[in-house]
């Protein structure tokens, strides 16, 4: 159970919870995750590592109420997620998910519209969300003249136009370039400090979250569960220039010694 002296301090609650993917056909019963315990603080930036299949995406789809867990629970500001996304989360996944017959501002404003809000405020929002996201000069445009990290800057723009109080980002720039990446991270960085919203990152790179996090949580090969979370200890004006600082190569080796065993499991248990 989780108390509620618990849920009050954690912005995210998971408590015990497990997901187990009932059997299909030929296929037995896969446990893909937990049990996890843990909270997510409010308006940090928190990534998750793991080796492949160890149910990342499973933990940020129960977290998001996209999939009901097996056993325990989730506490979104001290509610229960039962079913559906907790107003106040946003997801962001890897696959492009700009609509291409639609404006990148009809993208940017599709969820507002969605929500029903008011015409004028959809249209301040998404103004300020392009221009933030660098993308201002790009309103009338179609995804399909924009390149792939354009594209997730839209994406992202239509999360930061529904105001998330979390945001959740599953790989959202594992299709993209070391340097676009990079550039990527700073823009997500500023985004952060701009909303002051909790972020959590699903990402395979670990130069990655040690640029971007406050907290990395390290998995364990499938079912998933935290065997570490380091605390990084960077300030919040943190960017690329971080990457120079000699902790950063301390906490990419301390994370790769953690990772490579469970690495190694993964890759003899297929």
Known sequence: MVDSSMTQQGHVVLDGVTRVYPARAAQAATAALGPVSFDLRPGEFFSVVGPSGCGKSTLLDVIAGLSAPTEGSIH?????VSGSVPDGVAVVFQEDACFPWMTVFDNAAFGAKQAGLPQKEIRDR???????????????????????????????????????????????????????????????????RETNCTVMLITHSIDEAVLLSDRIGVMSTRPGRFIEIVETGWGRGRDSETAMDPRFGALQSRIWGVLREESIKALGAA
């Open 126 to 192: 998404v103004q300020y969300a392009l221009s933030f996201m660098g993308l201002a000069g790009f309103a009338h445009a179609y995804p399909s003249q924009l390149s792939g990290g354009m594209r997730q800057r839209v994406c992202i723009a239509r999360a930061m136009v529904m105001r998330p109080r979390l945001m959740l980002l599953d790989e959202p720039f594992g299709a993209l370039d070391q340097q676009t990446r990079l550039l990527m991270g700073e823009e997500m960085l500023k985004l952060w």
């Open 76 to 80: 979104f500001e001290g509610q229960l």
